[in-house]
């Protein structure tokens, strides 16, 4: 019986590389050995680069990508510079939702944390303001 183990076919998640129930990718990773895989492996591609292009979002996600690359480069600023290139790869990702959920509830937590540390800031700052 030659079956394939099925945990080589899936995509990476950023949280556990090896969850057996993440869902398929929409589009295959290349084969392994494959020319452009081995050059992703030199150049050290990242578990949540490998996840994010293995999903619907690869070029959104590849433009953004050498807009932040572009913008570190010339010493410019990412937000202004790449604020096109990230809305676009954000709205792919909720449009695509089901696979980078991952992404999207790690993002909105951190949001929530953010807003929960400037509250705590502006809560310490009227505090000291009222003991001058």
Not at 62 to 91: H, M, P, Y
């Amino acid at each position: 019986m030659s079956s394939q183990n099925p945990e080589s076919k899936q995509s990476p998640d950023p949280k556990t590389l090896d969850d057996p129930e993440r869902k398929q990718p929409s589009e295959e990773v290349p084969n392994e050995g494959s020319e452009e895989e081995e050059e992703e492996e030199e150049e050290g591609e990242c578990g949540f680069c490998l996840f994010m292009k293995a999903g619907g979002c690869k070029e959104s996600f590849i433009g953004w990508e050498n807009c932040i690359r572009e913008a570190e480069e010339n010493k410019q600023d990412i937000v202004e510079k790449c604020f096109e290139a990230t809305s676009a790869l954000k709205k792919c990702m909720e449009a695509h939702a089901d696979y980078y959920e991952p992404i999207l509830r790690a993002e909105k937590k951190a949001e929530e944390e953010a807003v929960k540390e400037l509250e705590k800031e502006k809560e310490e700052d009227s505090k000291d303001l009222e003991k001058k």
